[in-house]
Structure formats: structure tokens, C-alpha cells
């Protein structure tokens, strides 16, 4: 099976900083785009941020230059280093992997979601 275990969530004040981190395990290749998404109560999960098969990255327009997506193949992990996070960052975040297992199928795997909370 794949599984996906996210860690690195927590209380920070205005301007702190965290960093997200998402390994994938079991038997998952063919990895195409590795992303992080995030909903705050009341509204819809929201795409933050995504890095393709080949580095190419897009993040929502309300974290450009504050938040950094990377990824890791040899690891299967993705990591969100957050910056100067603000109130509005506050939500729970999942992380995103599309790949494939052995019977070729391919599919959107998910964590288990951590919260990130902003506040004084």
C-alpha cells in the first residue's frame, strides 16, 4: 500500500516560520506532481503550492515569495518551507502526491493533513 505521513505542523506567531514535510512509502513510481493544498473552516481546500516531475513550480498568488515547495525523488518526499506567515495562513494543510503503483494505475494520494495555526 502507499501511504503518505506528513509532519512539521504547529503554533507560530505573525512572521515565524515553519517547514512541512511529506514522505511517501510503499510502492509508488512514476511520480508526476507532488503539491500541497490547504483548507481553513468554513471554505474549500485550496491548491498552495506544486512542483512538477521536472522542478516547475506554481503557488497561489496569496504565498508567492513566502512559501517554497520542494521535493526530494530519492526520499519520495515533499517539503513547504513557510516565511513570514500571516493569520490567514491558518488552516489545515495536505499534501498531494499523483503516481502510480504496480498494477499501473495511476491515482491522487493524500496525507493525513496537520495543522498550521498563526496567532499571537
Known amino acids: 500500500q502507499v501511504q503518505l505521513v506528513e509532519s512539521g505542523g504547529g503554533l507560530v506567531q505573525p512572521g515565524g516560520s515553519l517547514r512541512l514535510s511529506c514522505a511517501a512509502s510503499?510502492?509508488?513510481?512514476?511520480?508526476?506532481?507532488m503539491g500541497w493544498y490547504r483548507q481553513a473552516p468554513g471554505k474549500e481546500r485550496e491548491l498552495v503550492a506544486v512542483?512538477?516531475?521536472?522542478?516547475?513550480?506554481n503557488y497561489a498568488d496569496s504565498v508567492k515569495g513566502r512559501f517554497t515547495i520542494s521535493r526530494d525523488n530519492a526520499k519520495k518526499t515533499v517539503y513547504l518551507q513557510m516565511n513570514s506567515l500571516e493569520p490567514e495562513d491558518t488552516a489545515v494543510y495536505y499534501c498531494?502526491?499523483?503516481?502510480?503503483?504496480?498494477?499501473?494505475?495511476?491515482?491522487?494520494?493524500w496525507g493525513q493533513g496537520t495543522q498550521v495555526t498563526v496567532s499571537s
Open positions: 510503499g510502492s509508488i513510481f512514476a511520480i508526476n506532481t
Open positions: 512542483v512538477n516531475s521536472g522542478g516547475s513550480t
Open positions: 498531494n502526491i499523483n503516481g502510480m503503483r504496480y498494477d499501473y494505475v495511476r491515482r491522487d494520494y
